[in-house]
């Protein structure tokens, strides 16, 4: 019954934008977030990088650095 009240109930509804519009507005929005993408990718290379010291009383050591983080 209830199946068949909304089989009844449901209409075609035509959408009020062309295909050809929305997808030219994804494909803004992805052009958008690839510039952004290119803009930011050199904020990492801006400094030095620092090395890590190894800290005896760290909760859970990094048990897979082979021996890179301990400097003696």
Not at 8 to 22: D, I, K, Q, R, Y
Not at 43 to 68: F, I, L, S, T
Request: proline share 6%.
């Amino acid at each position: 019954m209830l199946i068949q009240l909304l089989a009844a109930t449901e209409t075609h509804a035509e959408a009020h934008v062309s295909p050809l519009l929305v997808g030219s507005v994804i494909f803004g929005i992805f052009l958008l977030l690839m510039f952004s993408t290119i803009a930011f990718r050199s904020v990492g290379h801006r400094h030095p990088a620092v090395e890590e010291h190894a800290d005896p009383h760290r909760q859970h050591p990094n048990k897979h650095d082979h021996g890179q983080g301990v400097r003696h």
